[in-house]
């Protein structure tokens, strides 16, 4: 049943995430022919932003090792529908592949904490920065639009709790190198709603507009929807989710799966928020996905529209 809540936008626009940060935590490497299928599928179900692959040297990521064989095969795909590919690109060396096979839309990734930096990007926050710098640059030159992701930004394994100033200081850093939107990760999953919205506000008052902005929640401690909901009221309109729940994080040992695009929807549907998926043919891509990994869904909604425990 539809009933829709106040304050709510009428439509929000799902950055799909499975095919990349799904993937890249799994412990099997994923046939290239099935990543393509995957997107394929997660296209025809109606999302219309997927997040393809990344370009980072495969010593670091060895289950998308195969970006360069994977992305032309997804040429055909925009054809299903008006379809965004963006991709992970960590400094100009990615950048410059990603380019060289059409990319339009990337993304960068950096940390609102320290520690989780230099275990990620071998860097301190500022060094990231300015290694993102030039690839910003040349991007917006070419006219290609440009994510600026950011992670730890409501707590960290090695820190604790992250102050709302230093996760603003970072963000207002990324969108002034020229980012056109920022995804707020919640990388291990403590965020709770009041939090979330005293981020948004303090981002606010900092000058990074609401429109900007995506939330990327982890359902670490069951709180994804609710936060997702937080934001919405918030006025955010863009939320990252990954098909079956799938994805983590390789370099952080408490960061379990994503908010499942699955359950973002049937929220969405029940409140009568628009997003143009097909939570059918969501689901059965889920369930098909899931046969390939070899063990069931985590997404709840999954389970319960395909009566599989």
């Avoid at 692959?53 to 060895?62: G, L, M, N, Q």
């Avoid at 963000?171 to 939107?181: F, I, P, S, T």
């Avoid at 919405?232 to 799938?246: E, F, P």
């Avoid at 969405?268 to 689901?283: F, I, M, P």
Wanted: proline share 5%; aromatic share 4%.
């Amino acid at each position: 049943m539809t009933v829709p809540a106040a304050g709510l936008p009428a439509r929000v626009r799902i950055h799909e995430v499975g095919a990349r940060d799904g993937l890249q935590n799994e412990k099997t490497v994923v046939p290239t022919g099935v990543k393509a299928e995957f997107v394929r599928r997660l296209a025809e179900a109606g999302l219309a932003t997927i997040e393809a692959t990344s370009f980072v040297h495969p010593k670091w990521v060895p289950q998308l090792a195969d970006a360069e064989a994977l992305f032309p095969m997804l040429g055909d795909i925009a054809d299903v529908g008006d379809v965004a590919l963006p991709v992970l690109v960590p400094n100009e060396r990615g950048l410059d592949r990603a380019l060289a096979l059409g990319a339009r839309r990337i993304a960068v990734f950096g940390s609102a904490t320290e520690t989780f930096a230099a275990r990620n990007l071998n860097r301190t926050v500022d060094e990231s920065l300015a290694m993102f710098e030039p690839v910003v640059a040349r991007a917006k030159a070419d006219e290609v639009h440009v994510r600026g992701y950011l992670s730890m930004c409501f707590g960290d394994p090695w820190e604790g709790p992250v102050p709302v100033h230093q996760v603003v200081r970072v963000a207002k850093a990324l969108m002034d190198l020229g980012c056109d939107e920022l995804s707020l990760g919640d990388t291990i999953g403590v965020a709770t709603p009041g939090h979330v919205q005293e981020l948004l506000s303090a981002l606010n008052e900092e000058g990074v507009h609401t429109d900007s902005i995506g939330v990327h929640f982890h359902d670490t401690y069951g709180q994804a929807l609710s936060n997702t909901l937080a934001a919405l009221q918030h006025g955010v309109t863009t939320v990252d989710a990954s098909a079956g729940g799938l994805g983590g994080c390789p370099y952080a040992k408490s960061a379990t799966g994503n908010l499942a695009t699955e359950d973002l929807v049937w929220m969405l549907d029940g409140l009568g928020v628009e997003t143009g998926v097909d939570l059918g043919a969501l689901t059965a891509t889920s369930v098909w996905m899931a046969e390939q990994l070899g063990r069931p869904s985590p997404s709840r909604t999954v389970r319960a529209l395909s009566h599989k425990e």
